[in-house]
């Protein structure tokens, strides 16, 4: 009997672990829009230093090496089809079906300037990555829209690189990470406020027209709670505004928003051989299997369909943890699901976590640039 054809849609930050995860499971296929792995993790570090980011967030396929057995297609999905196959448009615009026993849906969403599901070659993403950062670095003041881990992070990252450069944070609520521990937020603020980031709660923004809220803009912002218009060299717009990248799918298979919908054991509702994992995934309110080993679950359930075995179900966190602020010059804090937080100097987080933890533990291994 020939081994079950599994096709993973999207290697972004979920899909790549799913696709590793899955590599003995079957022939694994893995369609992805971008040349290489390109993350859509660490916006501040990304902006502030991309020279840094590229490094740890920004990795060939064929450097990983759990992704040695599986068979990489650069492509748009475009289509799930009828006959059990996902249609996949190719740059030149020729089109292909790549045929399915099992198939996980990984495709992510589309948030600001720094995740979307366009086709790319490397040098597109050279341009994303530079583009934003020059404009940055260019400004006298930065604005950040927000309340969250990316807009946080933005601005303790902007702040740090150029410490001449006036920063702000404007969020519509009394704190910040209103889903962390509120011990998470008092020694976020400590920090920021060490940086010299201005933070402004109660205010919330107007929206710009059109999709201006996905790039970085300029000029005033107006607030729908009636403070007086504030102007910025630059903007940047990290509201959570998310997009399912779903437009290829059936809509039956989605929610009133777009994403996934799932049931607790991350298989699609009505479907038994199509699964959803990471942000796309419908799995509660704050689509949390991005971040707490869903990848690992659905390889398991996969298995466990295949052998005919009973699936598990995903339990999704009360509150979100880990690192808010990225790795700063001086380390990284990561706080657990209680707020505590724990500082990993620079160099431990650099060879222990990025090195060890993630690149040889969490990937499975990494090879080396070659140069």
Known sequence: ??????????????????????????????????????????????????????????????????????????????????????????????????????????????????????????????????????????????????????????????????????????????????????????????????????????YRAELPPGDDARDLTSGPVTWSTGQPPVVSDAVIWAIGRVIPNTAWLPGHMLDAGGFVNVDPTLRVVGYDDVFAVGDVAATDPLRTSARNRGHALVARNIRAYLEGAPLREYRPPRRRWGSVLGPQRDGLIVFGPTGQGIRVPALASDVVLQRLITRQGIYGGVRRRTR
Request: without cysteine; glycine residues 10%.
């Open 1 to 202: 009997m020939s081994a079950p054809r599994i096709v993973v849609v999207g290697l972004g930050d979920t899909g790549v672990l799913t696709a590793i995860a899955l590599r003995r499971r079957g022939s694994v296929v893995g369609i992805h829009a971008k040349p290489e792995f390109v993350s859509g993790q660490e916006l501040g570090l990304r902006l502030a230093r991309p020279e840094a980011w590229t490094r740890d967030y920004r990795i060939a396929y064929d450097r990983f090496r759990g992704l040695d057995d599986v068979r990489l297609v650069h492509g748009s999905a475009t289509a799930l089809t009828e006959n059990r196959t996902v249609r996949v448009t190719y740059a030149d615009g020729t089109v292909a079906e790549e045929p399915y026993d099992v198939v996980v849906v990984a495709t992510g969403v589309t948030n600001g300037f720094w995740r979307h599901p366009t086709l790319q070659d490397s040098g597109a993403v050279d341009a994303d990555l530079a583009s934003p950062h020059e404009r940055i670095a260019a400004a006298g003041s930065v604005m950040i829209i927000g309340g969250g881990a990316a807009a946080l992070s933005s601005a303790a990252q902007v702040a740090e690189r150029w410490p001449g450069t006036t920063v702000d944070v404007y969020f519509p609520g009394d704190r910040a990470l209103p889903h962390h521990h509120e011990r998470v937020w008092h020694r976020v603020r400590s920090r920021l406020e060490a940086l010299g980031v201005g933070l402004h709660p109660g």
